[in-house]
């Protein structure tokens, strides 16, 4: 403190501003910007001026021609006469679909693995310390084409795939399964849906104060699900079943109607969530762990039982030490889903970053759109459980 | 990472260097031609059992260090994959790109890239398993189809069911052994690409009296090397290489009789295209008297090229067909030496 005052009287020189430890370290910090950013100016310059020499232009206006390629698993409608930007837009959304499957999975893998880990059954947990051990200590692109290679080897060609219970057909291009296709009036159904989930939250509230005010417990739970599955059902009954479904048949080549869950598509979601999951397991056991056992001795003290003690006493404190390593395995499983290119699965990087790449030439354009899309993404999934992270945290009262 | 490596190479190689316009003063200073080729593909480039690499494309690469070097060995091979081959051409890795590459407008006009010639006439075709009992690509309506990405196949394939109002499942594989493994496994029911690379991966079938490729052929893809904008002289050279292996079938000169005909002063033609006589072709080109001479004698003219690699006598056993010379029924077609 007394240091700083000392400075202040003297006269401001080129000397005392670098002998002091504030003002120097702005000082070689802002020349380490300025250096940054001439080196990334000089990179950019030389490549656009390389490439303006070769008579190259660099600009995103190739995303409006046509794109001319079929893509085999599409969320919306595309065909070879639209553009690269939807073409993109496929493979963007097939990226999300894959990781966004590969998360709900690997948390349930996750969390399953890492409490059994910690069970006093020895077989249980012996056995989920080899899951653990193995999975994650083998490089994820193996267990990608492995699973491919499994899938597609194992099981028959549509011509020769008997039906499994009907309408449901496990072939090497993929399960193949009755589509429900929603009739007029089906829309009440949703409706009623959305009503009984409304009525379920709003029940928890009532019941949270009840038992404010009395400590009385409502059965909160069991009426709610009832309300979100029961209404839509009664619904769905009373309009007398407004629902066609679509059967899977061999025609030709190949099964027509129906829904498929392509093998291309299997292999990768299994690989990461079994991958992932292994991570997340010592991850939840850790959490678990780093809970003091003092806790639940206290809260058996206090007479709570051991199920509420869990719930409300353990796995709260051992969400604040999980939630953060968390991220950034579901931020692995996104990034990793870019190794679907191995196996042909059309995401991101096989659409825009793959095929579009070499049928334009602009592989600067698409690499960068890529490179931008996953870190959008990542900040995006980052920013989400932040917030959840908040929720959770330690509150310093 | 594979997929980064573009940018990489774009990026390293576009801060590094500045690129010359003297391309063969650059090939001649170092010494030794660096050529762009496939990963492995038989018949076209692919290293024998004691890791000399050999094929069609690698002949083409051969014949431009003879005539640049006068050595067709001195020759360093850089395996691309069909990805990254055109940024690494730009960016002045190789000298020439010899890379079962098909010509197409937007490749030659929008790359900053020129197409110097035509070493093989391909088209893309599809092959079936016999069992299946398809005899025309007009019957493969909804079948599943296993295309190698990263070329024209995928653009060719969606035009063609398109127009015949066919559907189809594409199965996009990534490298030839994975297309076979897709392939054999019957994830596919068909596998497409160029009729030749058709021709290479049923050669390496257990049983390839089991396949056939079936008649249609559904897009033209000549297949040539590539060089940079902006060096005319080097395209010269190039495309002459693979000219001159073209007239010296046409005259009949190959690398057993080319001593013999050189010296025969009744044969004009032959002595100009060897440099045995006053004519000055070589230094039109920059390059010396026996450029031509060079080519034939160290990697053979365009017949025997072809006849070690892809032809009859070769595991591929394709057939002359387009590639045969204009005299022949054939469309490889050179303009006169003279």
Known sequence: MSGTQVQENKTVTLGSLWRDKKTRGMILQIFAVIGILIFIGIIISNTVENLDRLGVKVGFDFLSEPANYDINQTLISYDSSDSHFRAALVGLLNTLLVAGCGIVVATIFGFTAGVLRLSNNFVLNRLMQVYVEVTRNIPVLLQILLWHGIIINSLPVPKKAEALVEGVFMTNRGVFLPQPIPQEGFGWVWIALLVGIVFAVFFKRYANKVQMQTGKLLPAIWIGATAIIGLPVLTFLALGSPLEVSYPALKGFNFKGGFVVKPEFMALWFALSIYTGAFIAEIVRAGIQSVSHGQTEAAHALGIRPNFTMRLVVIPQALRVIIPPLISQYLNLTKNSSLAIAIGYMDLVATIGGISLNQTGRALESMGIVLGVYLFISIVISALMNVYNKRVALVSR | ?338
């Open chain 2, 1 to 338: 990472m594979k997929k980064l490596l573009p940018i990489a190479v774009s990026l390293a190689a576009l801060t590094a260097m500045n690129v010359s316009a003297g391309t063969l003063e650059d090939v001649q200073k170092r010494g030794v031609l660096k050529c762009g080729v496939s990963t492995g593909l038989a018949g076209f480039a692919t290293p024998n059992d004691a890791g000399k690499w050999e094929g069609l494309d690698v002949d083409l690469c051969r014949a431009v260090a003879a005539a640049a070097l006068g050595d067709a060995e001195k020759v360093e091979y850089v395996p691309l994959t069909s990805k990254v081959r055109f940024e690494v051409l730009k960016s002045g890795e190789i000298d020439v790109l010899s890379r079962v590459t098909t010509w197409t407008f937007t490749r030659d006009n929008s790359l900053g890239l020129n197409f110097a010639g035509v070493n093989y006439y391909d088209g893309q075709g599809f092959m079936v398993p016999k069992a299946l009992g398809v005899t025309s690509a007009k019957e493969l309506d909804g079948a599943s189809i296993c295309i190698q990405t990263g070329t024209t196949t995928e653009l060719n394939a969606a035009e063609y069911f398109k127009l015949n109002g066919m559907t189809y499942e594409p199965v996009p594989v990534e490298t030839s052994s994975e297309g076979r493994a897709n392939y054999i496994a019957g994830r596919c029911d068909v596998y497409t690409t160029d009729a030749s690379a058709l021709a290479a991966q049923r050669s390496v079938f257990e049983d390839p009296t089991a396949h056939v490729v079936l008649p249609e052929i559904i897009s033209k893809e000549p297949l040539g090397p590539v060089v940079r904008h902006g060096d005319d002289q080097w395209f010269d050279i190039v495309k002459w290489s693979h000219n001159a292996m073209l007239v010296a079938e046409e005259l009949g000169i190959d690398s057993k009789n080319l001593d013999e005909r050189g010296a025969n002063a009744n044969d004009p033609a032959a002595q100009g295209l060897l440099g045995t006589n006053t004519s000055k072709l070589g230094e039109m080109l920059g390059l010396d008297k026996k450029w031509a001479y060079n080519i034939i004698k160290q990697v053979g003219n365009y017949s025997e090229s072809f006849e070690r690699n892809v032809g009859k006598d070769t595991a591929l056993k394709l057939d002359r067909g387009l590639n045969a010379l204009w005299t022949n029924g054939g469309i490889q077609y050179a303009p006169p030496i003279k």
